[in-house]
């Protein structure tokens, strides 16, 4: 009405990541990747850097979140949100075992207490960009023996990103629509926007030009979590 002002609140999906290179460094290896993956508390990591007020979610929040729905992996089957702080990594009540497994899996990749894995997380700046995500990172990865130290390349980072020549950062983006051909064209596909990390799997660009295509959207789902449990095996 005239002379009055109305306030609407709306979802979004502001995703906060820490983003890992396939292409440059010590995490090219899987083995690697996995283990900070395991590493890293993202109980804690919300609480101490979101307030709390973060929602889990694999790269698909808020009305997208239907893609996840009904997702089996690692004997977890996800029919909310809360369901994610089920899976390996995720829940603070196992984080321990988690860490003891990312330790043994760093040592199947040749790192051990006397010849630590050492990598840089490079950022813009430490200002309110990033929030403290960082130092949080770096606690994190500390606790299972990696030694990561904070690398600040201001206006340069942008142009890491894009040819890959990085080996950690913490990135926030948002994901506009939410359909799978915006988060994985864009983020995993090779030529992707902002396909940071420089993943590479021809079968999964097979699957993503095969949903893309499918009409039916259970059918087309089915693909989408196909493609979703191929990316957090890598």
Do not use: C
């Amino acid at each position: 009405k005239q002379g009055k002002m109305f306030w609407s609140v709306e979802t979004h999906n502001w995703i906060q990541s820490s983003l890992m290179s396939y292409v440059d460094g010590p995490t090219k290896d899987p083995l690697v990747r996995k283990a900070i993956d395991l590493a890293l508390d993202r109980k804690a990591f919300n609480e101490t850097t979101q307030f709390g007020q973060a929602v889990p979610r694999l790269m698909f929040g808020g009305p997208s979140f239907k893609w996840l729905v009904d997702l089996q992996y690692a004997g977890v089957t996800i029919k909310t949100p809360d369901d994610l702080w089920k899976l390996p990594g995720w829940n603070p009540a196992t984080k321990e075992q988690d860490r003891q497994k990312a330790r043994e899996l760093l040592a199947q990749a040749g790192y051990t207490a006397s010849t630590p894995l050492k990598l840089k997380v490079q950022v813009q700046s430490l200002g309110v960009g990033d929030g403290g995500r960082s130092e949080f990172l770096v606690a994190d990865l500390k606790k299972v023996g990696i030694e990561a130290t904070i690398d600040i390349v201001g206006e340069v980072a942008d142009q890491l990103l894009t040819q890959h020549k990085f080996q950690l950062s913490q990135q926030s983006f948002l994901i506009v629509t939410g359909d799978p051909d915006e988060v994985f064209g864009g983020y995993f596909m090779e030529g992707g926007s902002r396909a940071w990390a420089g993943y590479k799997n021809a079968e999964f660009d097979a699957l993503f030009a095969k949903q893309s295509a499918e009409p039916d959207f259970d059918k087309r789902k089915a693909i989408v979590q196909q493609m979703i449990k191929m990316l957090m095996d890598e």
